[in-house]
Structure formats: C-alpha cells, structure tokens
C-alpha cells in the first residue's frame, strides 16, 4: 500500500521554495528547493524530488517529508512584477516565512487562493481583542 495522501487534496502541484526566515533569523544559504507539494485541508504535505528534472508526481517520493499545518499563517502575492508567479507563506508566531515559485501566474493564483482559505479556517479560536477584516 503506498500512502500518498491522508483525505481529499484540495491542490497539489510542483511547487519550488526558498526558506526566508527559519525562527526569525535569515538562513546562510536559503536555494530553491523543487517539491510536489499538496494541500489536504489545513495540511501542507512535501513530497521531495528524485531527480532535479522532476516535474510529474512520478518523480517526486511517494511519502511526505514534512507536513505542517497551515491555521493561523499567511499568504500573500510576492507582487513581484518580475515573477508573478511567487508567493510567500509566513508563520508569524514561530518566525517562518517562505516564498514558493509556481510555475506561472495563474498556478500560483490557484495556490494563494486556496492556501488563503486554509490559513483562516478555525480562525475562531482567536482572541475576542484581535479584530478581523473580513
């Protein structure tokens, strides 16, 4: 039995990601690392490449090396006119940010969208004085 994914994905893809802070702190050397990386829930699932021309499900590994869970962080757009297909996803309480390369524009669109909504879900156990901008 192989085990690609616990529950239904919502979106799932070749994903590249370069760490921008690690607990708070700018790492030495921060490359760009390939993963197929898929959304089930509020769980971001990495899957890392067999090979550096991977591009299909086929050539990434079968279990995920590292699963977090997305509630309570933040997505955002790179606004980065020379990539527009970047966008940045931050832990904010541990200090985390990372900026993740979707391909094209639209693909990284799909990615926000539904990270979005995965960050806000369960949002009600914040505290009563923090006020949201719905």
Known sequence: AIHLYPG???????LRRK???KEGKKPTVASWTKYWVALCGTQLYYYPAKSIKATERK???TTSTKNVPVVGWMVMMADDPEH???????????????????GNRMNAMLWFK???????SNRQQAPANLMSFE
């Open 8 to 14: 239904a994905v919502t979106v799932q893809g070749v």
């Open 19 to 21: 760490t921008m802070l």
């Open 59 to 61: 050539h990434f590994k």
């Open 84 to 102: 527009p297909d970047v966008f940045i996803l931050t832990d904010s309480e541990k200090g985390n940010s990372y900026k993740f390369q979707a």
């Open 114 to 120: 539904h990270l979005s909504a995965a960050c806000q």
